[in-house]
């Protein structure tokens, strides 16, 4: 049970996929021009991911090691396919809303990440939470970017007239550079609320930034060392 919650903190806060990884991108920046297009993503997303990491799981240990990535890719394009029908038949108007997008979950780096990293060294069931916890955090990651887009470039939330009438909808935050305005925002925030954490002597480790280091030439893989901050609010391995 520890391990199960353990995974699905770790998706949504610690290791978000969006905010803290940074991975996705394509999909995030691309459809979120609306709440309810983030949220059918990061929930489409989230069905592959669990699905193909518990089945890539299960054959961990039948797949050979030099076929891998093929294997791997060959499943979830299955899964993506499966969905991709489902949502056509079923759910049509998000379907279209998504459109090229659904496909493209194949080569979503996030799902190819955690069945190398996770799934195919890890058993069925915590390969199953993990992907679970990084669709739900992917989801969430999402759904606030598409609704403050929604928000301020339509005046809507959820397809609802939110703002007064009197507001004035502010176009670009519902075209491509107001998803890199919005991202960063996000992103600054949740950074600045660590390093505030931090200084405070709060322990702020469920919330991770990465290192602030040289990740191309850094040997420490698992990257699980302590961090502080410095005089010069810089973070550095404690």
Same mark, same amino acid.
């Given at each position: 049970m520890n391990d199960i919650k353990e995974r699905l903190i770790n998706g949504l806060v *610690?290791?978000? =996929? +969006?905010?803290?990884l940074m991975l996705g991108m394509c999909p995030t920046l691309a459809v979120t021009t609306s709440a309810m297009n983030g949220l059918g993503m990061g929930l489409t997303t989230m069905v592959v $991911? !669990? %699905?193909s990491n518990a089945? @890539?799981?299960l054959l961990r240990n039948i797949i =050979?090691? *030099?076929?891998r990535i093929p294997a791997f890719i060959v499943i979830i394009a299955s899964f993506v396919t499966m969905v991709e029908l489902l949502l056509e038949g079923f759910i049509p108007s998000l379907y279209d809303a998504l459109g090229i997008y659904i496909p493209l979950i194949v080569v979503n780096c996030i799902i190819l990440g955690r069945a190398e990293s996770y799934a195919s060294k890890n058993p069925v069931i915590p390969s199953l939470f993990d992907g679970i916890g990084m669709g739900l955090g992917f989801s969430f990651? $999402? +759904?606030c970017i598409g609704a403050v887009r929604e928000l301020i470039g339509a005046g809507t939330l959820f397809g609802m007239h939110i703002m007064p009438e009197s507001y004035v909808p502010c176009s @670009?935050?519902?075209?491509?550079p107001g998803a890199f305005f919005v %991202? !960063? +925002?996000l992103t600054a925030i949740q950074n600045k609320i660590k390093i505030n954490g931090e200084r405070k002597g709060k322990d702020m480790s469920k919330i991770?930034?990465? &290192?602030?280091?040289? &990740? $191309?030439n850094c040997s420490d893989t698992g990257c699980t060392k302590p961090q502080k901050i410095n005089g010069r609010g810089e973070k550095e391995h404690a």
């Open positions: *610690k290791e978000n =996929p +969006t905010f803290v $991911l !669990a %699905l089945f @890539i799981s =050979p090691d *030099k076929v990651a $999402l +759904t @670009i935050f519902i075209m491509a %991202l !960063a +925002t991770q930034s990465g &290192c602030g280091g040289d &990740c $191309l």
